[in-house]
């Protein structure tokens, strides 16, 4: 004995419609049931020889169609075939698209286009945690950008704001003592970014994060004439390496980011 059939149709992937039928299948004890997936449908001869086909084996059709003629034609040769049909998506667009008042884009394929934008995120703000703060020089071949700056230039913040943009992003604290990796000097200088600040904003800002860990203000961290070598330091080694540089001092993250956001576009256009 055949079993039960279920076709499953769309204008794309098919994975919604499939998902919604094996949920609903789940309820059901009484054995095994066959799927048909029928994706990317681009015409109606497609549609008329899925309706004969589930004529011919008494089986069903669910469906995903985000093109209203598709959807119309499809349920109108359903109904002259006396073939069960159920329009997954149609009705919850039609819903939205009245109780919204805005018109639905009818493009086929948009939630994996969703999906795809999503894991790129998630693949960048990975990234910036793996390659943060000089842990792992082999990501500044691998990254998009390459922020470098001496300590509290807000590296770590920028990488991640800018990662939840999908770009993949490395930085490299600059320290006198420390030999920056030869990486930073074989990549394209145009994706180095030198995060400049001027030594009493830094000054500042550095007391301000020994007074929260509880130590004393007069460490050589918060101490004017370090800073300035550290500063000294960097201008060299951005001198070096040739790279665009922002002055941090007075900007928020988000600023910068939109900076660096607008110069790689710009970069891309050239």
Not at 2 to 17: C, H, W
Not at 145 to 154: A, D, E, H, K, M
Not at 227 to 240: A, G, K, L, S, Y
Not at 246 to 261: C, G, M, P, R, Y
Request: some cysteine; proline content about 6%.
């Amino acid at each position: 004995m055949e079993k039960p059939l279920i076709y499953v149709l769309s204008d794309s992937v098919g994975e919604t419609a499939e998902l919604v039928v094996k949920a609903a299948l789940s309820q059901f004890d009484d054995g095994p049931f066959d799927l048909q997936r029928i994706p990317y449908v681009e015409d109606k001869g497609t549609i008329n020889e899925a309706v004969l086909q589930a004529k011919e084996h008494g089986a069903m059709i669910g469906f995903t169609f985000v093109i209203p003629r598709f959807r119309k034609h499809l349920l109108e040769q359903a109904h002259k075939h006396e073939v069960e049909c159920v329009d997954i998506m149609g009705p919850m667009m039609e819903s939205m698209e009245k109780h919204f008042n805005i018109e639905p884009r009818l493009e086929p394929g948009l939630v994996h286009k969703l999906d795809e934008d999503y894991f790129k995120r998630v693949e960048a703000i990975e990234f910036a945690v793996k390659y943060d703060d000089g842990r792992d020089p082999r990501g500044i071949s691998k990254a998009d950008i390459i922020l470098i700056g001496v300590s509290r230039t807000s590296k770590t913040p920028l990488s991640q704001y800018l990662a939840h943009k999908r770009l993949k992003v490395a930085n490299v604290p600059i320290v006198p003592e420390v030999q920056p990796p030869s990486e930073l000097f074989r990549v394209n200088p145009n994706k180095c970014i030198g995060l400049k600040i001027n030594a009493d904003k830094l000054n500042g800002i550095r007391k301000e994060r020994l007074k929260s860990l509880g130590l004393g203000a007069q460490a050589s961290y918060a101490n004017m004439n370090r800073i300035q070598q550290e500063i000294d330091h960097f201008n060299n080694i951005v001198e070096r390496i040739g790279c665009p540089v922002i002055d941090v001092s007075n900007k928020a993250v988000e600023e910068t980011a939109n900076l660096i956001v607008n110069k790689l576009r710009e970069d891309s256009q050239e």
